[in-house]
């Protein structure tokens, strides 16, 4: 159980354009999804905390107009890179809480490595 | 602040044993987490502490000591496969995962 699905796993676009990530759990309903980014040999950066039905909470330094949240069900959570240029080039994952564990223990997805071209 | 320390990088034999270090300070403490993550792949959990002592689960073992902040992750009987970067993880009084960046530990024959 608590399997956690990200779709597409991979993605090359031209700098300019859009971008959306999906991040579903498979066997759950996840109260709340986190975002994350990781640039290579570095640890897993949090961008945003997403809760089903309400605006996301984004760390400090991300910009929101940018990197769009939309969690609009218990399962489904999309991030939607606007605009995309070669630095937001990354690998993102998204992780998921079941709420009913004892400890939060998130559950990742298998990420979503971004190339801007 | 908040800050959670840990090797950059360790190396070891295969078939050995190996000890992972974590030091923390968080703002409050609600659990420990390690996660192992392979090269271009999500994190996968791999145990969780909330109480000081050892927890054992095969090859690997989890220590907590929450009056010194500080973990350590076990590995014993290496192989191969557990070529990878092993990530350590606070909770913290408001229920945040707080992120070390990371052990990569190299495995060699």
């Known amino acids: 159980g608590a399997v956690v699905s990200q779709h597409p796993s991979r993605v090359i676009c031209k700098s300019g354009t859009s971008v959306k990530i999906e991040c579903r759990s498979l066997?759950?309903?996840?109260?709340?999804m986190f975002w994350y980014r990781q640039f290579p040999k570095k640890s897993l950066m949090l961008m945003a905390t997403?809760?089903?039905?309400?605006?996301?909470?984004?760390e400090q330094g991300v910009e929101k107009d940018k990197f769009l949240i939309n969690h609009a069900s218990l399962t489904l959570s999309t991030l939607t890179v606007t605009s995309a240029h070669p630095e937001d080039s990354s690998f993102y994952i998204c992780s998921a809480v079941t709420g009913d564990r004892g400890y939060n223990e998130q559950f990742f997805g298998p990420g979503t490595r971004l190339t801007v071209l | 602040g908040q800050n959670i320390d840990q090797p950059t990088e360790m190396t070891a034999t295969e078939g050995a044993i190996v000890q992972i270090n974590c030091t923390y300070q968080?703002?409050?403490?609600?659990?420990l987490f390690w996660y192992q993550q392979h090269a271009g792949e999500a994190p996968t959990f791999l145990s969780y502490n909330v109480l000081d002592g050892l927890e054992e689960k095969g090859r690997f073992s989890s220590f907590l000591s929450r009056s010194k902040g500080y973990s350590y992750l076990l590995l014993k009987e290496l192989q191969m496969k557990d070529s990878a970067s092993y990530l350590c993880a606070v909770t913290d009084s408001n229920y945040q995962l707080i992120w070390g960046a990371g052990t990569k530990l190299i495995i060699k024959p």
């Open positions: 066997d759950f309903q996840a109260t709340t």
């Open positions: 997403s809760n089903e039905g309400s605006k996301a909470t984004y």
């Open positions: 968080t703002s409050g403490f609600n659990g």
